[in-house]
């Protein structure tokens, strides 16, 4: 392996898994048509939020009975909003393969204090055994685990006659991968992750099977006023149609809707599935060249068109000890933020040591094959700094 430094860099070295790549051609300018300075309660600052709603529901092909809202605190904050508010009533099956998922158990284990519970695991790298999902209980999962790179292949583990409510963390699958919404009742999701908007604010997508249970459904314990979707026993509609429950950044809402419309003019949903497609399909391109490098996702049917995880599997690294290979990837991507060439792409750190590339929608895939030349060399440079073998 060459250790000449590639000539040409990505324009845009932006391949972090989130805060995520703003969308092409992006720049502050976009923004100047931000309600600031105003309540967002006021007739223009509804008409944004209700904006983005609407946009949301076009763009990811929401039925139309489906209610659509704007939460505090990210993907983390509806998925929390979600639980804290439906379960309890029925037994819950837990789905985990990576950190995310694991943390909804545990708070579910934790804090929620259920007991009829049955959490199905799986190391990073596979799924659980969605056969044994029971369909008469409520269901917790991810749809793409964003720090193992794994996802679901579809939803045809979930039965369309099911009795208990489906839960779906989607939030590095949304405008990459298709939601089949018939099969999911909770869908949340942040505007950080796919379209790469700003942080800090959440998105939860509810079936009228998740509305008839929380209008009937009393949980055991006491709700955080911003977890309260209900008012008198019913639904506050007002939150599903622009009215949040806390104070949200305009600023940041300006930038979903820029992306949105950016989405909306590059050919909606299925162009962003196909733009995530082909960016992923790059990396694959270069594993299977590349001799040191491997896929964490053993299964090419559940590999994440996304958040793309990967692993070292050159025997002079794994021989070493776990810290001392992080140590490794630590020195490759220092080597590759030196250069300017690729920010914030060692995979999660509770995930095996290891790289993680984002290849969304707002990534193109000209850079993508600008970056593997780096990879290459970062790699060769870090392994040069690596102790001989007496």
């Not at 545990?106 to 190391?123: I, Q, S």
């Not at 079936?207 to 955080?224: G, I, M, N, Q």
């Not at 964490?296 to 590999?303: C, E, G, H, I, S």
Request: charged share 20%; hydrophobic share 45%; net charge neutral.
């Amino acid at each position: 392996m060459t250790t000449a430094m590639p000539g040409v860099r990505p324009a845009v070295p932006h391949f972090s898994s989130g805060p995520c790549a703003k969308r092409p051609g992006w720049s502050l300018q976009a923004l100047t048509d931000a309600v600031l300075g105003r309540s967002h309660r006021s007739k223009a600052g509804k008409a944004k939020l209700k904006r983005a709603i609407d946009l949301t529901r076009d763009m990811l092909e929401v039925p139309a009975e489906f209610r659509i809202g704007i939460v505090p605190a990210s993907d983390t904050g509806a998925v929390e909003m979600a639980m804290w508010s439906l379960l309890g009533s029925r037994p819950v099956t837990m789905l985990a393969w990576e950190s995310f998922g694991e943390g909804w158990v545990n708070d579910v284990v934790k804090e929620l204090k259920l007991k009829d519970l049955t959490a199905l695991k799986a190391a990073y790298g596979e799924l659980p055994d969605l056969s044994k999902v029971d369909s008469a209980t409520d269901i917790v999962f991810t749809w793409n685990g964003t720090t193992s790179g794994v996802r679901v292949p579809n939803a045809d583990w979930i039965a369309a006659d099911r009795t208990g409510l489906t839960i779906c963390d989607a939030t590095s699958a949304a405008f990459a991968q298709p939601l089949d919404f018939k099969k999911l009742d909770v869908v949340t999701f942040s505007w950080q992750k796919a379209l790469g908007g700003e942080a800090a604010h959440g998105m939860i997508v509810l079936s009228p099977r998740a509305v008839a249970r929380l209008e009937s459904h009393k949980p055991a314990w006491p709700l955080p006023k911003i977890f309260r979707m209900t008012k008198g026993g019913k639904l506050n509609a007002g939150i599903f149609e622009g009215e949040t429950i806390n104070t949200p950044s305009m600023l940041c809402v300006e930038d979903y809707l820029d992306t949105l419309n950016w989405a909306k003019s590059v050919g909606g949903l299925k162009a962003l599935i196909a733009r995530a497609d082909a960016n992923s399909k790059v990396i694959a391109q270069w594993v299977a060249m590349t001799p040191w490098i491997e896929y964490l996702a053993n299964d090419p049917a559940t590999r994440s068109n996304t958040s793309v995880c990967l692993k070292v599997v050159d025997p002079a690294v794994t021989a070493l000890a776990t810290d001392a290979q992080w140590d490794f990837i630590k020195g490759l991507v220092a080597l590759l933020e030196k250069e300017n060439v690729a920010y914030d792409i060692a995979t999660h750190r509770d995930a095996p040591p290891g790289l993680r590339i984002w290849c969304g929608a707002t990534v193109e895939a000209a850079d993508l094959e600008k970056l593997t030349p780096w990879l290459d060399w970062a790699y060769a440079k870090t392994k040069e700094a690596l102790p001989k073998a007496a």
